[in-house]
């Protein structure tokens, strides 16, 4: 090997380190290791401008991990072969950020992204029956469904919604169940919950905190908890205290953040936590008394700005006679 060579080893594991040392890089690299993807649909994955994507590729690019290739007007973007040196520095950077909160996100956004591109090949060979939801939502609207699927619910119910805010799930149930509690600390909330109500009879609007709720023990057939968890100091109390109003049989469901590492995003929105980790989240619902635990991230939602969410889903146990 020349002296040549082997000089340039030193700057070319330099260069590789340097253009791996940024979180954006990272995740790029992380995205293009297994997919071709657009700029665009990296900029949506990873909630970043245009620019901002360009940039961190051309560094990429100009160090060797990212080829693209040209498709109509556009280029489409994929980890490079690298040599073995690089390869070795790869699978480490990669392995240290298996954990990485972030990742997730992007990973749950991807998968989103990447199912978006079915429908435009069903609609392409399946011909009339490829139309069917434009049409249907052209000529009926959306809203039907959720309608249908509220209707569902038994309607001699009792449902709490704790965390209301301003009142846009209790209002949308009420029409389907038998009775809805509306439950919020924030005095504000509730007058604006109050407002979105109107003249709904079935709606009763209640000030109080999460982990102490002014509600009797097994009073409701089910409970809701909408974004509320990440607000509170102490997600266990608040679970327990779902718990504990819950008739048995009752059934209590909670949509909350996925767990993230957007700290400015938690500053920004005066939330407690980062989120929830599925099994984590499950295990504060079992230590809550609360059985038949489920919970299961759910697909980001296109114009979506925030960290992905989670769905929980448990019930309230018979107890048992001997």
């Known amino acids: 090997m020349s002296s040549a060579a082997v000089h340039a080893r030193p ?10 040392a940024d979180p954006t890089r990272l995740r790029l690299l992380r995205l293009l290791e297994r997919n071709e993807l657009q700029v665009q649909e990296l900029c ?21 991990w990212v080829g693209s290739r040209a498709q109509a007007t556009t280029r489409l973007y994929r980890m490079a072969e690298t040599d073995a040196g690089a390869r070795r520095l790869w699978h480490l950077a990669k392995e240290q ?42 000529m009926y609207g959306d809203a039907f469904t959720v309608a249908a699927l509220l209707a569902l619910l038994p309607p001699g119910w009792t449902v709490a919604d704790l965390g209301c805010g301003t009142g846009h799930a209790a209002v949308a149930l009420a029409p389907f169940v ?19 109500a109107g003249d ?81 989240l499950e295990t504060l619902a079992r230590e809550a008394g609360l059985g038949s635990v489920t919970a299961r991230s759910l697909p980001p939602e296109p114009k979506a700005k925030g960290p992905a969410l989670l769905l929980l889903s448990a019930l309230k146990e018979e107890r048992k006679t001997t």
């Open 11 to 20: 700057e070319r594991l330099l260069g590789w380190m340097a253009s791996l």
């Open 97 to 138: 950020t298996n954990g990485w909160a972030t990742a997730a996100q992007d990973n749950l956004r991807l998968a989103r992204r990447l199912a978006d591109r079915q429908p435009a090949a069903q609609a392409f060979f399946a011909g009339a029956a490829g139309q069917w939801d434009r049409l249907r939502s052209e």
């Open 178 to 196: 038998g009775r809805v509690i509306g439950v919020d600390q924030s005095a504000a909330m509730l007058k604006a919950a109050r407002k979105r």
């Open 44 to 64: 949506d994955v990873l909630q970043l401008p245009q620019s901002s994507v360009s940039r961190h590729l051309k560094v990429l690019a100009d160090e060797g």
């Open 200 to 280: 709904l009879q079935n709606v009763d609007w209640r000030q109080g905190s999460l982990e102490a709720l002014p509600l009797e023990d097994g009073s409701v057939d089910a409970a809701l908890l909408l974004l509320a968890l990440t607000y509170v100091a102490e997600p266990r109390a608040a679970l327990c205290e779902a718990a504990r109003i819950l008739r048995p049989g009752g059934r209590l469901v909670a949509v909350d953040l996925l767990r993230h590492d957007r700290e400015a995003f938690r500053r920004q929105m005066g939330q407690e936590s980062l989120g929830f980790e599925p099994s984590g």
